[in-house]
């Protein structure tokens, strides 16, 4: 299993353990507020939604990834979505060291 794999799994992790907000507008607001840790936006997302969340995600310093598509995105959490946001900080550092 490689570790884009073991990503998605960590997702879906988190997901079950209520820390992945799902949704454009659910992920913009926790963005403003300070929630979001990370944000996972599908690399197939549409050109409004892309610039939408790339101009919040760089006002608010907040980190973006677009590695992984809206399917594998959709299959990890088990509901159909193009953006998420990860809150939890745990899940985050781990993440980060599987995509690096």
Excluded: H, W
């Excluded at 209520?18 to 507020?33: C, F, N």
């Excluded at 549409?46 to 598509?69: C, M, R």
């Amino acid at each position: 299993m490689n570790n884009q794999q073991k990503c998605l799994n960590l997702l879906g992790l988190a997901q079950r353990a209520g820390k992945v907000i799902s949704g454009e507008e659910l992920v913009v607001k926790s963005i403003q507020t300070g929630q979001a840790r990370l944000v996972l936006l599908a690399n197939d997302a549409g050109p409004n939604l892309s610039k939408k969340i790339n101009d919040k995600t760089s006002y608010y310093q907040v980190a973006i990834s677009t590695g992984f598509s809206t399917l594998e995105m959709s299959t990890a959490i088990g509901k159909p979505r193009k953006v998420l946001a990860v809150t939890d900080a745990g899940f985050v550092k781990k993440m980060r060291s599987m995509m690096e």
